[in-house]
Structure formats: C-alpha cells, structure tokens
C-alpha cells in the first residue's frame, strides 16, 4: 500500500469557482481513487480512474492521470457551497488496502 | 449498491468498559474489510485488514489485543474496543472490498459512515 500526497492542503474558492487539487504518488499503481469526506462523516467514493487511463468524467468532476509523473488531479468545475468537504486520493496497487494523506480541506463560500 | 454500514452511528462509553463496532455490507459479499481510525483533523489510519474466516492483520503500532476483530461472515466484521480509554476517543470507519481476486469491483472500496466514540 502506498499514500498519496494531495496539494494543496487548504484551498478557499467563490462559488462558481472551479477547483483543482492534485496528487502525488511514489510507486506504480493499479488505480487511483478519489474521496470525499464531509465534517464528521464517513467517505464518499468520488471517482476510480485506472492506471491506462488518462482522463475520466463524472458530473462536475474530472480527473487526470499521468502515470509518468505519478500525479491525478481532480478538478471540481462550477463550486458549489455543497462541495465544501476535506478531498483525498488514494492511490492503490490492486488488492491492497487504500492509505490516506492529509487530504486537501475545500472551502467554497457563497 | 455497494452500501456499508455502521451500528452504532456513536457511543459514549465510561473508561474501562468494551464497546462494538458492526461493520456490514448491505448489498454485496465482502470477503476483505478495513478498519480505520481518524482523530480530530486529521486523515484516516488503517488500523487493520480484516478477511473473512480468518485472523485481522494489524498495522504497525496498533494493539490487536486492544482491538479485537472479528469477521465471520462476508457481510459482518465486528471491531471492540476493549477496556476503552479517553485516549481512544475517535471516529472509527469501516470500509469493505467487494469479491475475490480478479472481480469486478475487487479494487474497489467502499466506506460506511464512521462511529464516533467518546470515552469519558
């Protein structure tokens, strides 16, 4: 198992703002997936993007992955107050349990 | 589909008393579950991994005889705390892996929403 890195660590956006948080990693993977952790809650599983895969949509959402670089980004377009919510990655080689960095915290204020 | 939950949501328990925390999948078989830890601000630690039928692994620094894990079944794993401390006052998070090797979904994994202990 290995833990992403997310960057920034605090990020304030406007609503109506897009934002955009990346990841880094140290070793090959199989997949990396995105989470969302609202205040005192559990996670919600955002997105999974395979390691051939570049890009992938969901809703609002886009997420890149350079799997020569080891980085994905996420980026959230058109914020939303809703959308306030601490944001990890977890790169995972398959089969392993998924290990969590600090997260980056999203405030979007209205 | 892919729902985990949690019983309890949260307990307050006195110190030296044992609590349990049900993990289960609602919809599909888990033959791996995950346990997790998170403290005030700060990210999620793997406590341990947990297959079915079989003994937990735990991670480095955490007390397996503190943390009994239990998963019997490949829709429950149980996690007590026992002899609770203030110190292990925290939001406890479950999560489950869908299959067997090679499956879809096994890649995958899906998080209950957390169990927030207070010991007092």
């Known amino acids: 198992s290995q833990q992403g890195e997310e960057d920034p660590q605090a990020l304030s956006i406007q609503e109506g703002e897009n934002a955009t948080m990346n990841c880094s990693y140290k070793t090959s993977i199989n997949n990396l997936q995105w989470y969302r952790q609202n205040s005192g809650r559990g996670l919600v599983h955002l997105i999974l993007i395979r390691s051939n895969e570049r890009e992938k949509h969901s809703g609002r959402l886009r997420v890149t992955l350079d799997t020569s670089k080891k980085s994905s980004s996420l980026l959230i377009t058109a914020s939303r107050a809703a959308d306030t919510a601490s944001y990890f990655c977890?790169?995972?080689?398959?089969?392993?349990?998924?290990?969590f960095g600090k997260g980056t915290t999203l405030s979007v204020s209205s | 589909g892919a729902v985990v939950s949690q019983h309890p949501s949260w307990v307050i328990c006195k110190s030296g008393t044992s609590v349990k925390i049900e993990c289960r999948s609602l919809d599909f078989q888990a033959t791996t579950m995950f346990w997790y830890r998170q403290f005030p601000k700060q990210s999620l630690m793997l406590m341990a991994t947990?297959?079915?039928?079989?003994?937990?692994?735990?991670e480095q620094g955490v007390e397996k005889d503190k943390f009994l894990i239990n998963h019997a079944s490949l829709t429950l794993s149980t996690l007590t705390v026992t002899s609770a401390h203030p110190e292990d006052s925290s939001f406890y998070i479950c999560?489950?892996?869908?299959?067997?090797?090679?499956?879809?979904?096994?890649?995958?994994?899906?998080f209950g929403p957390g169990t927030r202990l207070t010991v007092l």
């Open positions: 977890a790169p995972s080689q398959a089969g392993t349990a998924l290990i």
């Open positions: 947990s297959n079915e039928g079989s003994k937990a692994t735990y």
């Open positions: 999560s489950a892996r869908p299959g067997l090797a090679g499956a879809v979904g096994y890649n995958e994994q899906f």
